[in-house]
């Protein structure tokens, strides 16, 4: 079984300022962790992942996230937030064994950027 | 560049009817899933298939049903719909093959609202 927990439910942070959401995981095998976002009533937008190689993975709009094996943890930050930034964030995970593996997502966080 | 293609964007339907939701993966994709969003709530894994056959299975009710055709679309048949279905739904499409990057590339989804 593989799971995903985001403990925060909402995340505020003044714009400029820098950012992190929380997420942990658990799977069985290798894991490939995701970070996707989504604006009101609109799908899930992909931002970055970490499959395999270096523990810190650079994706789109200036969002980086940290692999920690020990840790298994998965936390998504960037260094100046933008009131643009403020959306539902997902983290999610899968196994990386086989095939055809879904993603599990958790439950998301709110981010909130205030000007 | 060609993304996944949902339809329709918005269903309104009455309890006990039936709907249908299409999903179009992003060529060369051979590997789609449904998820269904509920309010406020995290996506939920529905089913998957590989290649035309059912991969993987997860929350999917006996009343829903899928299938993936030669041209790798793929259907989300519902029958005796309950309001408790009103949901987002998703479809998502990767390739498992050679050239397989891990991420699942979502559609901006189906919008059902059961009355």
């Known amino acids: 079984a593989q799971s995903v927990a985001q403990p925060e439910d909402q995340v505020n942070v003044a714009e400029g300022n820098p950012l992190t959401v929380k997420c942990t995981y658990s799977?069985?095998?290798?894991?490939?962790l995701f970070w996707y976002v989504q604006y009101p009533n609109r799908g899930l937008q992909f931002l970055l992942k970490?499959?395999?190689?270096?523990?810190l993975v650079k994706g789109s709009y200036g969002f980086e996230a940290e692999f920690n094996k020990s840790q298994t943890s998965f936390h998504l930050k960037k260094p100046s937030a933008l009131v643009s930034d403020s959306a539902l964030y997902f983290c999610a995970v899968r196994d990386g064994r086989g095939s055809a593996r879904q993603l599990t997502f958790g439950s998301g966080t709110q981010l909130t950027v205030l000007p | 560049a060609a993304g996944v293609i949902q339809s329709p964007r918005h269903l309104i339907k009455e309890k006990r009817e039936t709907a249908t939701l299409k999903c179009y993966p992003i060529p060369r994709h051979d590997t789609v899933y449904w998820y269904q969003q509920g309010p406020g709530q995290d996506p939920q894994f529905l089913i998957s298939?590989?290649?035309?056959?059912?991969?993987d299975k997860g929350s999917i009710p006996d009343r829903f049903s899928a299938q993936q055709f030669s041209d790798y679309h793929s259907e989300l048949n519902m029958s005796s719909l309950e309001l408790g279905d009103s949901a987002l739904y998703f479809c998502?499409?990767?390739?498992?093959?050679?050239?397989?990057?891990?991420?699942?590339?979502f559609g901006e989804g189906s919008r059902l609202t059961v009355l």
């Open positions: 298939f590989y290649e035309k056959m059912q991969s």
């Open positions: 998502a499409s990767t390739s498992e093959g050679a050239r397989n990057t891990g991420e699942l590339f």
């Open positions: 799977v069985s095998g290798n894991p490939y």
């Open positions: 970490y499959i395999t190689g270096d523990n």
